[in-house]
């Protein structure tokens, strides 16, 4: 038996912790003792119903784990060997990682950088390592320190925590957008050079708007895709990663055709391989352990619950930690 995190849609939607069987868990050729996993956005979306994030009944939540192969059947991995888990829907058609145990396919696993423990790992989640592929995705379209200022939207929330701290780290000015003034000295923290309210791109705006970014990391859409976008210097980019304010893009074609600005669309779930290992090989070098802790909160896994409304009210900043063992 083992403690994992249920969901459950008969005979009415449930969400709880409770111990179950080996029976419980899915096809797959590696078996993982999980020692930390995370809330994510859509980790939250499943935990309270708000979204059809599941597409299998009964469901364990997590789309993300961190942990150690006790059995393999795939010929890449070993008893031992430390590993990372993000995305490929599990936590959504595939029994994910907010349990003591998972079964997984090992075409889905990233060897764990000896950079970092289970715990940091899972502070960097999928959040993280999309804030890393975003910066990869800018970086490919030519973003250099000195380029000029990046903005950084949703700034306090898990992917913006990292992508601040990341930037910054990289020699970038980074402009973080936020709703909670009282995050300034957080943000500053993690390296941000200044602070601005969300309410300034959150609201319609014009089609184009004064340059001002060189680049811009994006987790909420809608309005403020829009109006990064808009004020996006020539020749820029902006990276989409997220739909915190909503999945519409109410915005012209005009930042694309007559400033020639780059719109770089970013997925995590599905990205290959390569491209997670180069990902979380960069985080190894890039990401300074002292702010990744900054913004982390560590719960139990009986907690988990309780915190997936208070990230979906925008209440919970950086990163949270779900410790699955006792």
Sequence with gaps: MFKALVLEKSPEFSAAAREVGDDFLPDGDVDLA????????????????????????????????????????????????????????????????LAERARLKGDWLVRRPDAFTARQAMAIGTAGYTAMLCVLALERHGLRPGTGEVLVTGATGGVGSVAVALLSRLGHRVVASTGKASEAAYLTGLGATSVIDRAELGAPGKPLQK?????????????????ACAQTRYGGAVAACGLAQGYDLPGTVMPFILRGVSLLGVDSVMAPLPLRQQAWQRLAKDLDPARLESMVKEIALDDAVAQAPVMLAGQLRGRVVVRTSA
């Design 34 to 97: 999980v020692e930390y996993s995370t809330i994510n956005y859509k980790d939250a979306l499943a935990i309270t119903n708000r979204s059809p994030v599941v597409r299998s009944w009964p469901m364990v939540a997590g789309i993300d784990g961190a942990g150690t192969v006790t059995a393999s059947r795939h010929p890449a991995w070993k008893a031992g060997d430390k590993v990372v888990l993000n995305g490929f829907g599990v936590g959504e058609s595939h029994k994910g990682c």
């Design 211 to 227: 340059e001002r970014w060189a680049a811009a990391v994006d987790a909420l859409g809608s309005h403020t895709l829009v109006n």
